[in-house]
Each structure stands twice: as structure tokens, then as C-alpha cells.
């Protein structure tokens, strides 16, 4: 840790100065430096570095395509936050609303069982609200309105999820048109240039792999946010249609 500070020194002085060539400068270090303090220092510094190299990058790749990509970044996060919330909203205790329901069927009838799920939050309630509501009917119609009411339900739940997909095709998609117009620009430079020099051809090249890094990026992120939703989904599907099978035997068993 005692070179810490000279290692940080010529570090600064070969980024921002220049230094002689017949010039040479020896730094000591005459202080010992406390070692968390040194370690906290650190982080800090490469915390500040990766922002302002993630800025850099941001700016070199055009603010045009990388605008665009961050945009999808932006709004494909804001809808799977939304949808995370209100999936873990939307998750019931199953079994212990089918044994309350069952016992207020046993004791008050259908209106402390609809009470109970009045009570209730979530989609499996709704659709046995909807059952026990068609119950006075017939079994056949309660069983036509829990199945289009879970439709409903599931609809629902799948809300704006295509949004996010939509985001994780095109942010990738972005990144190539990206690639391609920089490709084009050097080429266009070489042709004025009239000369084929590495310089002309490396700037073109840098903004086409920083756009496609940057779409890859947030297509990747939003993919993981995809498929935690589509499986929360599928989770409270199961649920609800095991939901509903209990339902029904509940109902026919109170029908006897």
C-alpha cells in the first residue's frame, strides 16, 4: 500500500502531462497510508473512472442510435418493473383462500363465500367470485364464467409484456444499423481521402462496435427481466386453473 500513491501519481502525470524525454522523476513515498482508507480511495476512483468511461463511450458512439437504444433501455425497465410489481400483487395464498371459501360455502352459503372473496386480492378471488356468483344457476354456467373470467384475468396479466420483447428485438437491431452506418462513414472517408490510412478507418469502426456492444447490452437486460416475468406468469396461470378444479369440486360437493 506504501506505493499506492506514487503508482497513482505517474498514472495521472502519463494521462494528462507530458513528460520530458531527457527528464527523470523518481517519486517516494515518505508516509504510510492507512490501508482501508487507501482501499476506499480506490474504489472511488475506479467508481469515477467507469462512469466517465461509460460517458465517453455513450458520446463517441453517437447520440443518435445509442439515444435510441438507451430509450428502449429506459422504457422496457419501467414496464417490467411495473409488471413485477403487479404480478407479486397479483400472487394468493391458494390454499388458504380455497379452505376459507369452502368453510364460509359451509357455514353462511354463497354470500360469506363472495364476501370472502371480495376480501380477497388477486386473480384466483376474482374468479371465484365470478364462479360462486353463476353458482345459483347451474353448474355448467358457473363453470362458463370461470373459465372465461381466468381468460380475462389472464389477459391481464400478460399486459404490455409484448412491449418488452419488442424492446429486445429492436435495441440489437439498433446496434447493427449502428454498425452499418459507421462501416459506411469510413468507407466514405477513405474515398475522400483518396488513401486508405488506418486512422480514417479505425473511428468509423469504433462507433459500429459501440452501437452494436450497446444494443447487445440492454437486450440482454431486458431479456432477464423477460423471462422472470413469463415464469411469475405461468406460475399464477397454474394457479388459477388449479384453482378453478378445486372450485368446481367444491361447488358440485355443496350442490349434493
Same mark, same amino acid.
Not at 91 to 116: F, I, P, Q
Not at 149 to 167: C, D, R
Given at each position: 500500500? $506504501? /506505493?499506492?500513491?506514487?503508482?497513482?501519481? #505517474?498514472?495521472?502525470?502519463?494521462?494528462?502531462?507530458?513528460?520530458?524525454?531527457?527528464?527523470?522523476?523518481?517519486?517516494?513515498?515518505?508516509?504510510?497510508?492507512?490501508?482501508?482508507?487507501?482501499?476506499?480511495?480506490?474504489?472511488?476512483?475506479?467508481?469515477?473512472?467507469?462512469?466517465?468511461?461509460?460517458? =465517453?463511450?455513450?458520446?463517441?458512439?453517437?447520440?443518435?442510435?445509442?439515444?435510441?437504444?438507451?430509450?428502449?433501455?429506459?422504457?422496457?425497465?419501467?414496464?417490467?418493473? %411495473? /409488471?413485477? #410489481?403487479?404480478?407479486?400483487? &397479483?400472487?394468493?395464498?391458494?390454499?388458504?383462500?380455497?379452505? @376459507?371459501? %369452502?368453510?364460509?360455502? *359451509?357455514?353462511?352459503?354463497?354470500?360469506?363465500?363472495? %364476501?370472502?372473496? /371480495?376480501?380477497?386480492?388477486?386473480?384466483?378471488? &376474482? #374468479?371465484?367470485?365470478?364462479?360462486? @356468483?353463476?353458482?345459483? %344457476?347451474?353448474?355448467?354456467?358457473?363453470? =362458463?364464467?370461470?373459465?372465461?373470467?381466468? !381468460?380475462?384475468?389472464?389477459?391481464?396479466?400478460? $399486459?404490455?409484456?409484448?412491449?418488452? &420483447?419488442?424492446?429486445?428485438?429492436?435495441?440489437?437491431?439498433?446496434?447493427?444499423?449502428?454498425?452499418?452506418?459507421?462501416?459506411?462513414?469510413?468507407?466514405?472517408?477513405?474515398?475522400?481521402? !483518396?488513401?486508405? +490510412?488506418? *486512422?480514417?478507418?479505425? !473511428?468509423?469502426?469504433?462507433?459500429?462496435?459501440?452501437?452494436?456492444?450497446?444494443?447487445?447490452?440492454?437486450?440482454? #437486460?431486458? +431479456?432477464?427481466?423477460?423471462?422472470?416475468?413469463?415464469?411469475?406468469?405461468? *406460475?399464477?396461470?397454474?394457479?388459477?386453473?388449479?384453482? &378453478?378444479?378445486?372450485?368446481?369440486?367444491?361447488?358440485? =360437493?355443496?350442490? =349434493?
Amino acid at each position: 500500500m $506504501k /506505493r499506492l500513491f506514487p503508482i497513482l501519481a #505517474i498514472a495521472f502525470m502519463m494521462a494528462f502531462g507530458s513528460v520530458s524525454a531527457t527528464t527523470n522523476t523518481v517519486i517516494t513515498a515518505s508516509t504510510i497510508v492507512n490501508p482501508l482508507q487507501d482501499d476506499t480511495s480506490s474504489d472511488d476512483v475506479e467508481s469515477l473512472g467507469f462512469h466517465q468511461e461509460l460517458k =465517453k463511450r455513450f458520446i463517441e458512439g453517437g447520440p443518435g442510435f445509442m439515444g435510441i437504444v438507451l430509450l428502449c433501455l429506459i422504457l422496457g425497465l419501467a414496464i417490467a418493473i %411495473e /409488471r413485477i #410489481i403487479f404480478l407479486n400483487l &397479483s400472487t394468493t395464498n391458494t390454499k388458504k383462500l380455497t379452505e @376459507d371459501v %369452502e368453510n364460509a360455502l *359451509s357455514s353462511g352459503g354463497l354470500d360469506a363465500a363472495k %364476501e370472502v372473496c /371480495r376480501n380477497t386480492k388477486g386473480p384466483i378471488a &376474482s #374468479i371465484f367470485y365470478q364462479g360462486l @356468483d353463476r353458482a345459483n %344457476e347451474d353448474l355448467e354456467s358457473a363453470e =362458463k364464467a370461470v373459465v372465461a373470467y381466468g !381468460g380475462v384475468q389472464m389477459g391481464q396479466l400478460e $399486459k404490455n409484456v409484448s412491449w418488452i &420483447s419488442l424492446f429486445i428485438a429492436l435495441a440489437p437491431m439498433l446496434g447493427f444499423m449502428g454498425t452499418v452506418i459507421g462501416m459506411i462513414q469510413a468507407f466514405d472517408k477513405i474515398e475522400a481521402a !483518396g488513401d486508405m +490510412q488506418p *486512422s480514417l478507418v479505425a !473511428g468509423g469502426i469504433k462507433v459500429a462496435l459501440l452501437t452494436t456492444v450497446f444494443g447487445l447490452v440492454v437486450a440482454i #437486460i431486458l +431479456q432477464v427481466f423477460y423471462n422472470y416475468i413469463i415464469a411469475k406468469i405461468d *406460475s399464477i396461470v397454474n394457479n388459477m386453473e388449479d384453482a &378453478s378444479i378445486t372450485l368446481m369440486d367444491i361447488l358440485v =360437493k355443496n350442490k =349434493k
